[in-house]
């Protein structure tokens, strides 16, 4: 779905005006530029800077019965770095989106290697196999897992039927396996498109020379493809990643008592916990923690390119 | 057809509607009644414009923080009824009388349902824990029901407000015993499981809920039609006959044998059953907030 | 096409892992129209015979249509106003030099890296701060905010990938700028238009995480399939609903790709 070229084309020429008349010129286009982005500069502001604004503001307040006690402290942040509870939560979600993240692409990856390199027609026919399911109702395809997964569901009942098991097993649904079965199905989209534009574009002559130079398909693969198609690895870990770990959905309907994720207790924050601050509070720490991790995979992943060419 | 909004619980309803959310009516049950009305957030309800008003009984009418000027009411009395255990009776075997208990009890770890709201769970926890609801909320109170509440969270398989899910659990034998309203148990008989409803030896968590009339209303006449239709005879009768719930109009009994009645754990006498089981009392917007935050990270592990 | 010649060589392990694959990708899809049609109203096994019920009933569910027809208004304004709004940011991100155009972009692009339930809570807390009530309005708001950017991303390529120079010629010959955009520049954006359209749409229609804090009384489609979830009464319209969903897409997603190759091989001759 998303072909993320969030490159930011940064290597800008860089100009240099000669004469007054270019500078003006240049002036005027750099003018023209921003009124042509002004528009949705206005809607990413009011929709991005001042929410965020009011947020850590308010992540700032306490609650105070149903309203706010609007002076200034951080007491939420301490209660968040003092109490286990929400460290632990914020792991559990990070372990289980890292999972699902990580099962989503190293089974995606064969995938859309195959569509790239060994089909050879309709292509595009393949392309629309694949993402086809992400048309249905993202609620009712983790509801359809809970049908799978169930007790009474289709691995159980397949197993019964097989003779394999007595009773049904339990631990399928409500659990944490269950979220990261389920995320990694509902995902899978975001893992397939990055990774096939990436392989794609791969120049096949380069496999060639591979060859030609006495390298055998494995050695060709981790050399030249693995490499080449880390762009999509990096664009797919982030795009599955980084919702997943906000997600409150899958783990309220499949994840049972012990699969509750922090996007669980913001929800409750705004709802029935209402403490508004809190929530906001987790919110922050949410996102920074996303940012951090973030900045760690990609320099991690960078240092791996610099030392593979 | 009206527009349903429907959220996990009423409070959730509640924060909703204190950020602005416009409704004509919603239903919130008696004891977070004042707490409603305190918001401000909701009209008196002339009960002169309701032709079905004669019919309600007049005791869950009477409710503490119901009554509004001249007569009128804040909250109209819906429904009425209790939440117990709902058991297998093939696959749970109750050791002597019925009892809370059954939700604690060990045999059936990992096949123990509960309902997630607070406003059921941490009552019966109290129930459970010997906790007087006068002394609710006190400290010492707290940390009882806390207690209780960790000891029973192992063995739990699932806490939900989807009311399906337990049913469907139970119907499938995933649960033996699952904490419900009268309406699962009900449901769950007609499809020929064979479950009960229990009837506690400490008594069941009993509730009257009602409905109550948004102060920007939109369409104030049909809210009060709609209120009207509520508590008409008719949807007593197929409140009481299909879903097991108490209705609040007196007239709706009248289908239904005394014997029907009581298999239903109702009476025409509401407050038999009210009284004879822990009623809910109304309590502080501090004492709401501090429940839900210790029970919800209870349920998470902690 | 200058496939090496190892890579014609069909692999055989990889094309049963291919089939495995989609497999698992359309069991649990699959079970929506197949649920659709069970006599029961409960989703769960054994299935309990054929019935056209479901879809009977659904023409009588004034409320799933009224859900439906939410999601669909919502989605058909975000969409055409993130594409509009993409084709003009693309644009000047790729036509002019502006100083902090990378900043910029970034900027736009953030809410690809921010989970949507921190937009959903931040718009929440905001829109209530201001005392404005919850409506399709806002949670129009909140998808445009998570829209535009895959808008842009969908179109900057496309930008990115035309020579200007057949802009500049066409303003050579005298054309003005309104001309060359329409005459020029347009179709040769045309299919990234479509594409966004076809995106944003899409996760317009489906998002629920941010609509389940910005959604007022009307609730959108998602909104009224979480609802209905835990009332089995209703639910097999939701899934008769979302069968014939899925059935349209299919259909339109074939259609489109006929039409597509028609069009190429008239391109060619």
């Known amino acids: 779905m998303t072909e993320t070229s969030v490159q930011t084309s940064a290597a800008e020429p860089a100009a240099k005006p000669v004469s007054r008349l270019e500078r003006l010129l240049y002036r005027s286009e750099a003018l023209r530029g921003y009124l042509l982005m002004s528009p949705t500069l206005l809607i990413m502001t009011i929709g991005i800077i001042v929410p965020f604004l009011i947020l850590v503001t308010m992540s700032l307040w306490t609650r105070d019965g149903f309203s706010f006690d609007a002076t200034l402290t951080i007491a939420n942040y301490l209660r968040v770095w003092n109490e286990p509870i929400f460290g632990a939560l914020l792991r559990r979600s990070f372990w289980i989106s890292g999972v699902a993240t990580v099962a989503t692409v190293v089974l995606c990856y064969p995938m859309a290697y195959y569509v790239a390199f060994h089909v050879h027609r309709n292509k595009m026919m393949w392309i629309i196999l694949m993402t086809l399911p992400f048309w249905t109702s993202y609620l009712l395809r983790v509801f359809a897992w809970k049908v799978i997964l169930g007790y009474e569901g289709v691995i159980n009942s397949g197993l019964q039927g097989l003779g394999m098991i007595e009773e049904p097993l339990s631990f399928l649904l409500y659990s944490k396996s269950a979220v990261i079965i389920t995320l990694a199905h509902a995902w899978a989209a975001f893992a397939i498109l990055p990774l096939y534009v990436s392989l794609e574009k791969i120049d096949k002559s380069l496999l060639e020379a591979a060859t030609d130079l006495g390298d055998g398909p494995v050695a060709r693969f981790w050399r030249i493809t693995f490499p080449l198609s880390m762009p999509g690895i990096i664009a797919a870990s982030f795009l599955i990643f980084i919702p997943t770990t906000g997600d409150y959905i899958t783990p309220a309907l499949l994840g049972g008592p012990d699969g509750a994720m922090i996007g669980n207790f913001i929800q409750l924050q705004f709802g029935a916990v209402n403490n508004w601050p809190m929530g906001a509070t987790l919110s922050i720490v949410l996102m920074l923690w996303i940012a951090a991790i973030a900045l760690v995979f990609l320099f991690i992943t960078r240092q791996a390119e610099r030392r593979v060419s | 057809m009206p527009n349903f909004a429907i959220f996990g619980g009423s409070e959730e309803a509640l924060t909703k509607m204190r950020g602005g959310f416009v409704v004509d009516v919603s239903h919130p049950c008696n004891q977070a009644l004042p707490r409603w009305v305190s918001t401000g957030l909701f009209q008196q309800i002339d009960t002169s414009r309701l032709s079905n008003w004669g019919n309600v009984i007049p005791e869950i009418i009477d409710l503490p923080g119901n009554a509004a000027d001249g007569g009128n009411v804040w909250m109209a009395p819906f429904d009425w009824g209790q939440t117990s255990v709902t058991y297998r009776t093939d696959l749970f075997e109750v050791e002597g009388e019925e009892s809370w208990d059954m939700l604690w009890d060990k045999r059936y770890a990992g096949k123990l349902g509960s309902l997630a709201s607070g406003a059921d769970a941490w009552w019966c926890g109290a129930i459970k824990a010997g906790v007087d609801f006068d002394d609710i909320a006190s400290d010492e109170a707290f940390e009882k029901i806390a207690a209780v509440m960790r000891e029973q969270r192992p063995l739990i398989r699932v806490y939900t407000d989807d009311t399906t899910t337990l049913e469907q659990a139970l119907s499938s034998g995933e649960l033996t015993a699952a904490m419900t309203w009268n309406s699962s148990a009900v449901l769950l008989q007609s499809e020929g499981i064979p479950v009960k409803f229990a009837k506690p030896k400490e008594g069941a968590l009993t509730w009257v809920c009602g409905v109550v009339i948004h102060k920007d209303a939109p369409n104030v006449d049909r809210a009060y039609d709609v209120i009207d239709s509520l508590l008409s005879v008719q949807t007593g009768e197929f409140m009481i006959g299909e879903w097991g719930y108490g209705h609040s109009n007196i007239k709706a009994f009248d289908k239904f044998d005394e014997a029907t009645l009581q298999g239903l754990g109702l009476s025409k006498r509401p407050f038999e059953i009210l009284e004879a089981g822990h009623f809910q009392q109304p309590q502080t917007q501090e004492w709401e907030t501090r429940m839900n935050e210790t029970f919800e990270q209870i349920k998470a592990g902690f | ?269």
């Open chain 3, 1 to 269: 096409m200058s496939d090496g010649t190892y890579i014609r060589r069909p692999n055989r392990p990889l094309q049963i892992y291919a089939v495995i694959f989609l497999i698992v990708l359309y069991v649990p899809v699959l079970f929506i129209p197949m649920f659709s049609f069970n006599d029961s109203i409960y989703v769960r096994f054994p299935l309990q015979g054929f019935t056209l019920q479901w879809y009977g009933e659904l023409w009588t569910r004034e409320p799933v249509w009224n859900a439906l027809w939410n999601s669909v208004k919502v989605g058909l304004v975000v969409s055409v106003i993130s594409t509009v709004l993409g084709v003009v940011a693309a644009r000047a991100i790729t036509r002019y030099r502006i100083p902090g155009k990378g900043t910029m972009v970034t900027f736009i692009m953030m809410p690809l890296v921010i989970p949507g339930i921190i937009f959903g809570v931040a718009l929440l807390v905001l829109l209530s701060r201001m005392g404005v009530p919850l409506s399709l309005y806002t949670v129009g708001l909140g998808h445009l905010i998570i829209c535009l950017p895959f808008g842009v991303a969908t179109l900057l390529p496309r930008f990115e990938g035309f020579d200007p120079s057949m802009e500049e010629a066409s303003a050579d010959l005298g054309e003005n700028g309104w001309w060359t955009f329409w005459r020029v520049t347009f179709p040769m954006v045309f299919p990234g238009v479509v594409a966004s359209l076809l995106l944003t749409f899409t996760i317009s229609f489906d998002e629920f995480i941010m609509a389940f804090f910005l959604t007022g009384t009307d609730p959108t489609l998602p909104m009224y399939i979480w609802g209905q979830l835990r009332f089995p009464q209703e639910f097999p319209s939701v899934l008769a609903l979302s069968a014939l969903i899925l059935f349209v897409s299919f259909f339109l997603v074939f259609v489109a790709q006929r039409l597509g190759r028609a069009g190429l091989d008239n391109g060619n001759t």
